[in-house]
């Protein structure tokens, strides 16, 4: 499976169904994905880092594009209720994000005040003061957490070179304030290996991660695409409306999307 690359710098409006009507933003090449992860459900297909030279959208035409486009989208039946940060990999490893996250905030409180500023990003960056300093001034600061133990992070992520659950985690507890945790749940197997984040051992690691970082809010979800690797199982919601409640019993909001 191929993967669905999104071929412009700034595409949409789509429906989400998590944020509402979203104006996407991808920071990656728009011809290849490029991140420091390869996860088994990725909509944009494995990761192949390979390309000799990669070309990232520059800060100056991005913010002259997105004013644009919201300038286009203000007052209509699209005007966005989120722009978010996803794209063909991990937005927070472009180099000017910071400055980028600046612009946008600047473009929405004149084009689209409503707008909640989102970005969907792996937590792998969040060592880097410049990207939390970023994060912390959007609406939606939203970081996946995957696992809860480092079998179970290296099946489902396998992020590239040494990054570790416990290296996600320790970035994790960087963030203070305005933190909303993703996790997608599933099952199913890669390169001859299971993998299953909604074992009762599994849950309860991953319980207790959720209880040390203490997050504003754990987003739970499941598959929606064709993902890279064959047959994952989509987790009924009754079951990821069993992992929310005990989220909600350590004092936690949890939020159930299928
Ligand atoms: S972190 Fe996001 S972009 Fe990167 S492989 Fe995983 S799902 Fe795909």
């Given at each position: 499976m191929a993967g669905i690359l999104f071929d412009e710098l700034i595409f949409g409006p789509v429906h989400s169904?998590?944020?509402?009507i979203s104006l996407g933003i991808n920071l990656l090449p728009v011809h290849n994905k490029f991140c420091n992860f390869n996860c088994v459900y990725c909509e944009c297909g494995w990761t192949d880092n390979s390309a000799t030279k990669i070309v990232l959208p520059k800060r100056t035409d991005f913010k002259r594009l997105l004013s644009e486009k919201l300038q286009s989208l203000h007052?209509?039946?699209?005007?966005?209720?989120a722009i978010t940060f996803a794209g063909n990999g991990e937005p927070t490893t472009h180099p000017e994000f910071a400055g980028i996250i600046e612009d946008t905030l600047e473009a929405r409180d004149l084009y689209a005040p409503k707008a909640a500023v989102t970005v969907l990003s792996n937590a792998s960056m969040l060592h880097k003061k410049k990207v939390r300093d970023a994060l912390v001034k959007v609406d939606k600061n939203i970081q996946k957490l995957d696992a809860g133990t480092e079998i179970m992070f290296q099946r489902i992520?396998?992020?590239?070179?040494?990054?570790t659950l416990e290296k996600i985690v320790e970035n994790l507890l960087?963030?203070?304030?305005?933190l909303t945790i993703q996790t997608l749940f599933l099952r199913g197997e890669n390169d001859g290996q299971n993998f299953d984040n909604t074992t009762p051992e599994e849950i309860s690691a991953w319980l207790k991660l959720i209880n040390i970082i203490q997050p504003a809010e754990v987003m739970l979800y499941s598959i929606e695409r064709e993902t890279p690797a064959a047959g994952v199982e989509k987790i009924a919601r009754k079951e990821l409306e069993l992992i929310a409640r005990q989220v909600q019993a350590l004092g936690v909001k949890a939020v159930v999307f299928d």
């Open positions: 169904r998590r944020l509402g007052n209509t039946t699209l005007e966005p209720d992520n396998q992020p590239l070179g040494n990054l960087l963030i203070k304030e305005n």
